[in-house]
Structures are given as C-alpha cells and as structure tokens.
C-alpha cells in the first residue's frame, strides 16, 4: 500500500513561490497518495494559492489570533533547534507543536520545504517516517548566510534524500556535503497545462511579475527597458506584483519619463491570461531557486529575455532558442535582446514557439512520475 505524504510548510496561506509550487505538487500528488499539508502558521484567512480538495491542511500555530497563557510561555524561550537558525520566529512553542505533530506521524515520507524544518523533522519525526528535504532557494544563497550554512551542515546528512531544482545546485551540495544522502533534481511543476497554440506576441507589451523586492531586480529591468522605450513608444513594460520596492520603483519610473510606458498593476488574479496577452516575458532577478514564472511564460508561448542569475534560468532558457539569456547584472545586454525580441516579429514567434514546444518538460505527469519514483524508492 503506498504510504501518506506529508508537506511541512512555514505558512501555507502566504504569497509567494515557495507556496505556490508547494500546494500545485501536493495537488497533483492528491491523484496518487494520501496527501497532507502541515503549515506551521496561518497569518491568512485562507491560502493564496488553490488547495486541492483532496488535500488536508493542518495548521500549528494560527498567527491571526494571540496565543493562550501557556502557549506564551513557551513563546518566550528561546528554540531548542540548534545550530541557530536565521529565522527569528522559532521558538520554544514552535519546537512544542512541531515535536508534538512530527512524532505524530504514521509511518509515510514528510517533505520538508525549509533549513529550519528539515533539522526539525530529522531530529522528531516518528519512527518509520522517511523525510525527504526540498529546497526552494539555491546553494549560493543559502551558503552565503553562514546560519542557514549551518543549519544545512546538520540537517541535510541526517535526511533520506535532498531535491533541489538545479543540477547545478545539485553538482554543489554533492562537493560541499559529500556524506548527504541521495541528493536529486526534481523540478518544479506547472500550475496547469500548456496553451493549445502559443500567444499571438501581437499586443506590444512586455511581462514580468514578482514581489517587488531588491532581490527580484526590477529596478535594473526598468533601467533596460528605457532605451527600448525612448525607441518605440507603442511598447509598454507591465510589472506585476507587490511589495516594498513599489515606492523606488514609481519614483524610478516617474525619473526616467517611462509614466506612459511603465505599469504596476499589482498582483494578477488570472496570471494565464495576462501571459496569453503578452508579446515577451522578462526576468532580471538577483537570485532565484528555480522561477516559476518562465516556465509559466514558456507554457503561454511567450518567448524568454533573462539574466543568468544564481539559480534557474541558465537552465530554462536555451539563449537564442527560446528567448535570449544575459549576463547577470548586464542591464545593456538586456536592453539589447529585449530590442531584439521587439523589434523582430518572426523571432518573437519563433521563440515563442520553441518556449511553447520546452514547457512540455515541466507539466505535471512529468513531475509527479520524478516524485513518485523517489517516494517507491524510499518505501522499498
């Protein structure tokens, strides 16, 4: 009998890719396995992003309300996990309930989606429980902060397997802890199934979409749409998102007269449709795990301009295949290909074909054969 999963999550009502990619897998695997999703917070009402119906939301500590005289109490000692992770939020009633519902768990596998929680399952989980960690971000971040380096020194060898998404983080996390277990590359789904046709590319606007933050990059993907601006005043650059850097970026925008050109429009409630009505998909992103959103883009037929960040797009863009991959932090090589892309209309759509033909790799069958392959493998 295949065994249940379990997905252990810091908060699976919030925004961002981590959820989002989380509740898309545990979705698809609801057709295959007994599926649950331990939230260790609740700060929202109800998830961002679609829950599967067959899918069990639990949540530890809901946030929205305050916590009961022993529960405070435990909040404020310090966490019991050490090396000390980077996230502050831990504490002593975070170990309580995690210990409490980890060495709850019948015998199955739990994913683990953080460095803090994947310490925190090898150290409680029931006995008979495989765990497997799966990490969202990439090896050159997470080492670049010398807590979450530590965290994942102690973790990652005491795990059953590693996923990362990039063979280049894998190539990394096999020199640096070359006594962890099996570490693999699964990559990270499509939320649905690619277009029958690819995009028209007809309606002279470029897409990109993120929380507005430093380390999304926008403020660079303005500055390299402004000469492509200044040359074609009917293109307009659409950014889709919120965050803390809106107010720098309309002043950005409002200082290099791009006001009729540059649009926020905040977050998209039907992201498909706005990829269906895009003519190009742009990424200038300091770092990524693995972005969700070109793949996305490649599924609409919406050809690729991107900078090599660490990590993912070196690995989704096949430069002058489907979209063209820069440099990282090379803002006028990136002007340079997005006017390119614009200003030629038989390679937008050739690109855009090829992205539409690429995505194929990311649906979901594919993704869920790669996990329920390594879940066979646990359970033998």
């Known amino acids: 009998m295949d065994r249940p999963v379990t997905f252990l999550m810091h908060d699976a009502t919030g925004h961002g890719g981590v959820a989002r990619s989380v509740l898309n897998l545990a979705g698809h695997l609801a057709g295959h396995r007994?599926?649950?999703?331990?939230?260790?917070?609740?700060?929202?009402?109800?998830?961002?992003?679609?829950?599967?119906?067959?899918?069990?939301?639990?949540?530890?500590?809901?946030?929205?309300?305050?916590?009961g005289p022993v529960d405070r109490f435990r909040q404020r000692r310090p966490t019991g996990l050490r090396p000390t992770p980077s996230e502050q939020h831990l504490t002593g009633l975070t170990d309580h309930l995690l210990r409490k519902r980890l060495g709850a768990l019948e015998p199955g596998t739990v994913v683990s989606t953080r460095p803090s929680l994947h310490l925190a399952a090898t150290?409680?989980?029931?006995?008979?429980?495989?765990?497997?960690?799966?990490?969202?971000?990439?090896?050159p971040t997470?080492?670049?902060?010398?807590?979450?380096?530590?965290?994942?020194?102690?973790?990652?060898p005491r795990l059953d397997a590693y996923v990362v998404l990039t063979h280049a983080d894998a190539a990394d996390y096999r020199r640096e802890l070359p006594d962890a277990p099996a570490v693999r590359v699964i990559r990270n789904a499509l939320p649905w199934t690619p277009a029958r046709t690819p995009a028209a590319l007809d309606t002279k606007v470029v897409v990109a979409a993120g929380r507005l933050a430093r380390e999304k990059g926008f403020g660079?993907?303005?500055?390299?749409?402004?000469?492509?601006?200044?040359?074609?005043?009917?293109?307009?650059?659409?950014?889709?998102?919120?965050?803390?850097?809106?107010?720098?970026?309309?002043?950005?925008?409002?200082?290099?007269?791009?006001?009729?050109?540059?649009?926020?429009?905040?977050y998209a409630d039907d992201f498909r449709s706005v990829l269906a009505g895009a003519a190009a998909y742009a990424l200038t992103s300091r770092a990524e795990g693995f972005p969700m959103v070109l793949i996305e883009a490649m599924s609409a037929g919406v050809p690729l301009v991107a900078m090599d960040?660490?990590?993912?797009?070196?690995?989704?863009?096949?430069?002058?295949?489907?979209?063209?991959?820069?440099?990282?932090?090379?803002?006028?090589?990136?002007?340079?290909?997005?006017?390119?892309?614009?200003?030629?209309?038989?390679?937008?759509?050739?690109?855009?074909?090829?992205?539409?033909?690429?995505?194929?790799?990311?649906?979901?069958?594919v993704v869920v054969a790669d996990w329920l392959d390594l879940f066979a493998r646990l359970d033998s």
Not at 37 to 64: G, K, M, N
Not at 123 to 139: I, L, S
Request: charge should be neutral; glycine fraction near 8%; aromatic fraction near 6%.
């Open 220 to 266: 660079r993907m303005v500055d390299a749409f402004a000469p492509v601006a200044r040359a074609h005043p009917d293109w307009q650059l659409h950014i889709h998102g919120e965050g803390t850097e809106r107010g720098p970026l309309l002043q950005k925008v409002a200082r290099l007269g791009l006001d009729e050109q540059v649009r926020l429009p905040g």
């Open 142 to 156: 997470r080492f670049a902060n010398r807590r979450q380096a530590a965290l994942l020194r102690a973790a990652v």
């Open 123 to 139: 150290r409680w989980a029931a006995p008979g429980v495989r765990v497997v960690g799966q990490d969202h971000k990439n090896f």
């Open 34 to 67: 007994d599926v649950r999703v331990v939230s260790l917070f609740r700060r929202h009402d109800e998830p961002a992003y679609a829950l599967d119906p067959r899918v069990r939301l639990e949540v530890l500590l809901d946030v929205r309300r305050g916590p």
């Open 309 to 365: 960040c660490p990590r993912g797009p070196g690995e989704i863009v096949t430069d002058g295949a489907n979209g063209f991959l820069v440099d990282d932090g090379d803002v006028a090589g990136f002007s340079e290909a997005l006017r390119t892309l614009v200003e030629d209309d038989e390679l937008r759509r050739l690109c855009g074909r090829q992205a539409h033909e690429d995505s194929r790799a990311y649906v979901a069958d």
